[in-house]
């Protein structure tokens, strides 16, 4: 089309003429004249950003170009030979990253195509980048759909990519400088734009997410575990915390971030591990609300939320922890005491793990006895046959040093001046100054005080629960994610003895292969309040007339987790 033919047909467009044109040309022609006061007849190059406007605009996509790379190198080798380039532009239009042939370097480059070259409308004109940009849809923009007369032999078809926020992030383009002139032509770049910004996100939120829940969903069972379709990132209780676009269409309208999961799908967050990979595909379906259905993949926490990097487990102390910062400083402090005879006085609250610490400090010592005494009822004849056993180099536990019997202070005294051999090591759940211990004696256990953070204060809980859990069975049990966010909220007044006593309860009461909330026995301080009154599950069978379908709407949950809880009910339906 001649270029006079082209500034008529915007003409024609302004005076609200139809042309034939796809809307969004139209609209985006308009835009360009009435809002952004361009000139039909412009002929201007592309617009250039200066090289440190560059550095900023790829400095702050950085993370983007990291999860976009490999996508699009995959993308250019599919489109190798064909003469196309691929750009990456930031939300702005700026192309932050750039593949093209080298053999075009230099048409590339006059044409714009190439780093920080800026396509957005308001500079560019309709381009392809630019109506991506405003539609926050797939475009192509072919040849004379550009407005004005400078890009008119360009293709561009190009994609937006979004954050797991749902905020436009990136767009995906993919031009050609010489193309067919009908712009059906552009269909496959059309499909392989879409798809790589579709694997962009993906990557991105799989990338974000190794501390929470993912569900992936997919329409074919066989595309499910490889190249799936959306996916969710979700916290224990199954609200979603980030979502790829498509997903975002599937939960339909509204805001997506936030909901819960079984407010939009027939699936409560306690059926994920149902289908997760050990289960076979065509088993792991997800019943929409609409009827329909897809097959979903469920992909557990990889690492503890929040727990950071765990420190060297290579010794009895630093194995501990799983990387809560407090706790990594005590064990650092112990680790180096340990090999020093001083005095130890670990304290904390009841279950902290302050007997566990100075067993460990034992074991990195050089003593070659053990001596333990529990301060609470402690008689004088223990303390005199002590004074008279063999002066072997030992570690001398003092329990719980708050319950020595007051009489008893002045003979410990004696006893551990009178025996250097002996390296006491002292817990107490108390501070030091509450301990009522004379101050003779309190120098003579307290070299070194070390304090163990409360249970609820630690950052290494989950590490913890998994820890524990495997330690206390060899099957491959797992933690409902409900049950799960259930025990990272508890307050944990007992510590570890009750973390532990509450993980042997839920383990008698599973089904052997998850634990889910209701086998978690109910939090201590709770066991005072007048508890809320709960319908049974056997009261809502009935009202329900044992119809499954009706049964797991009411409960929230479906009804593969009704079925098992009736199981473990061993509840029978009427004859
Ligand atoms: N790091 C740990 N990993 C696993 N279990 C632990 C750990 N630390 C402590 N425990 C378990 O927690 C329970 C309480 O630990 P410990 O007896 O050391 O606590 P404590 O602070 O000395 O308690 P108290 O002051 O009430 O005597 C024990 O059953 C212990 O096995």
Partial sequence: MHEQQHVEEIGRVLDGHCTGRDGFVAASWRRCVEQHGMDPTRREPAYIVTDSELRDHRAQAEWMIGAARSSLQSLFRQVAGQNYVLLLTDAKGVCVDFFGDDLFVDDLRAAGLYLGSNWSEDLAGTCGVGSCIVTQEPVTVHQDDHFGNAHTRLSCTAAPIFDSLGQLAAVLDISLLRSPAPKRSQNLAMSLVTNAARRVEMANLMAESRRDWVLRFSA???????????????????????????????????????????????????????????????????????????????????????????????????????????????????????????????????????????????????????????????????????????????????????????????????????????????????????????????????????????????????????????????????????????????????????????????????????????????????????????????????ACGWNMSQVARRLGVNRSTILRRIRRAGLQPPT
């Fill in 220 to 542: 074919s069972p066989e595309f499910l575990d490889v190249d799936p379709e959306a996916a969710v990132r979700l916290d224990g209780s199954g609200r979603v915390l980030g979502y790829t676009r498509a997903a975002g269409k599937l939960f339909g309208a509204g805001d997506v971030l936030g909901r819960r999961i079984d407010e939009v799908l027939d699936l409560s967050v306690d059926d994920l591990p149902d289908l997760m990979r050990d289960r076979p595909t065509e088993e792991r379906v997800v019943p929409l609300r609409d009827g329909g259905a897809l097959f979903g993949h469920a992909i557990a926490p990889q690492a503890p939320r929040s727990a950071p990097r765990p420190v060297r487990r290579d010794g009895p102390i630093e194995g501990l922890t799983g990387g809560d910062p407090t706790m990594s400083h005590v064990l650092g402090q112990a680790a180096r005491l340990a090999s020093v005879p001083v005095p130890l006085l670990i304290c904390g609250e009841t279950g902290t793990g302050k007997t566990k610490l100075a067993q460990a400090v034992h074991m990195a010592s050089k003593a070659q006895g053990f001596h333990r005494l529990d301060c609470g009822g402690l008689r004088a004849e223990v303390l005199d046959a002590l004074a008279q056993a063999a002066p072997v180099p030992a570690t001398l536990l003092l329990r719980r040093i708050e319950e020595l019997p007051a009489p008893l202070a002045p003979r410990l005294t004696a006893l551990l001046d009178g025996a250097p051999h002996l390296r006491p090591v002292t817990t107490s759940c108390v501070a030091p100054d509450q301990t009522g211990l004379p101050d003779t004696l309190l120098h003579r256990l307290a070299g070194a005080t070390l304090t163990l953070p409360a249970l609820r204060h630690r950052q290494d809980l989950p590490w913890l629960m998994d820890r524990l859990l495997r330690r206390k069975t060899t099957d491959d049990v797992r933690l409902s994610p409900s049950a799960r966010a259930a025990l990272l909220g508890r307050q944990w007044t007992g510590n570890l003895r009750e973390l532990s006593q509450v993980l042997d309860v839920a383990l008698a009461l599973s089904d052997g292969r998850v634990i889910d909330l209701t086998d978690l026995p109910a939090p201590l301080q709770s066991l005072s309040a007048p508890a809320e009154p709960e319908e049974s599950l056997e009261h809502i069978l009935e």
